[in-house]
């Protein structure tokens, strides 16, 4: 292979013209935009777990009123990218919500596509796009992009969320911005009325659904018996996985991201295939030990994680005798639309 020439090979005069003219020469920096074989990543494998970042986001809950804050959230911010870029990785963003009892969080709606993962509490709900979602532990609601969503909280004890958005990809791409708006109306029929069993769509003879965004609200509750029904009908298969799709498409939830859950046996140990996505993975039941590279972390209930794409990771259930149940979110779709979506085995 070639040593490449370097910025300082140039004669000063002849840099100092190109600078003059924006002009740059590819060659000593080829490297750096088209490194061999394996991709730079800046994302690091980093765990936030929830013990440590729970007090300061009721502190939060003290110190800044919602008028002061619109959303009240801590960002689980990557070092690899630098804290001020509030990224996990190249294209997902991950922030922890807090609303307390009685508060509100003005309704607005904005390009990049959000979810909420519900970490605790009970008694708060989401309205997105005039359904109002209830929010319990567990349970997966969709902010797609486009769509008016507010948040408000009728019970007694603090609620927070976890956030995942697109927001990096949106923002790098010159598209992100929100609109603010009024407060919505609450319209009749839910989109986890109308699709209760998978293999079954609505089909009204006069007014078919045209929602771009059928389904909102995905309740843990079912998830979670799709799952045990899925390991108890295949003891044979290793990995018990559900995705999140769209069930008019049949395709991911939303664009950018893809969003699973996944389901550990008591006692196993999970390897998962090496892919060009970043992926971040959130307990929900259980504790598990998740080995990203050389690195590795121990999630209990609550905690998250991120690992950068073309790295080796596994999961191991803590317990013998108990499932274990994650939450995972990846880049995914994004990478099968650019066209640059890679399984390594
Ligand atoms: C947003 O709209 C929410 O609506 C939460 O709860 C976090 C982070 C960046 C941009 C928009 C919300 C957000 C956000």
Request: with cysteine; charged share 20%.
């Amino acid at each position: 292979m070639n040593e490449l020439g370097r910025l300082e090979d140039l004669p000063q005069d002849y840099r100092d013209d190109l600078t003059r003219l924006n002009l740059v020469p590819l060659w000593p920096s080829l490297r750096a935009v088209l490194p061999h074989q394996v991709p730079t990543r800046r994302t690091q494998a980093t765990c936030w777990p929830y013990a440590t970042l729970r007090p300061l986001l009721l502190r939060a809950g003290e110190l800044t009123p919602m008028a002061k804050a619109e959303r009240r959230v801590l960002v689980l911010a990557n070092p690899g990218h630098g804290l001020a870029k509030m990224q996990a990785s190249a294209a997902i963003y991950l922030g922890m919500q807090l609303l307390l009892p009685g508060e509100w969080a003005p309704a607005h709606r904005h390009t990049p596509n959000a979810v909420r993962m519900i970490v605790e509490g009970e008694g708060a709900y989401t309205t997105v796009d005039g359904e109002r979602c209830p929010m319990s532990r567990g349970d997966l609601i969709l902010t797609p992009t486009g769509l008016w969503h507010e948040h408000g909280h009728d019970g007694d004890q603090p609620v927070v969320w976890l956030d995942v958005l697109d927001l990096p990809l949106v923002y790098y791409t010159e598209t992100s911005y929100a609109v603010e708006g009024r407060r919505q109306q609450v319209v009749p029929g839910r989109g986890e009325q109308a699709y209760t069993r998978g293999g079954m769509v609505p089909t009204p003879v006069f007014e078919r659904s045209r929602k771009a965004y059928p389904l909102l609200r995905y309740p843990w509750a079912d998830a979670r018996a799709a799952l045990v029904a899925l390991a108890a009908g295949r003891p044979d298969q290793e990995s018990v996985q559900v995705t999140y799709v769209n069930p008019e498409t049949g395709g991911h939830a939303q664009n950018i991201l893809g969003f699973y859950a996944l389901m550990l046996r008591p006692g196993q140990t999970l390897r998962l295939p090496v892919r060009s996505p970043a992926m971040v993975l959130h307990q929900i039941e259980g504790g598990a030990e998740v080995t990203v590279a050389a690195q590795r972390f121990t999630l209990a209930a609550a905690d998250t994680c991120c690992a950068p794409g073309y790295t080796e990771v596994s999961l191991r259930n803590l317990s013998a005798d108990q499932p274990a149940f994650l939450f995972m979110a990846d880049e995914s779709p994004l990478h099968h639309k650019l066209g640059v979506f890679e399984n390594r085995g």
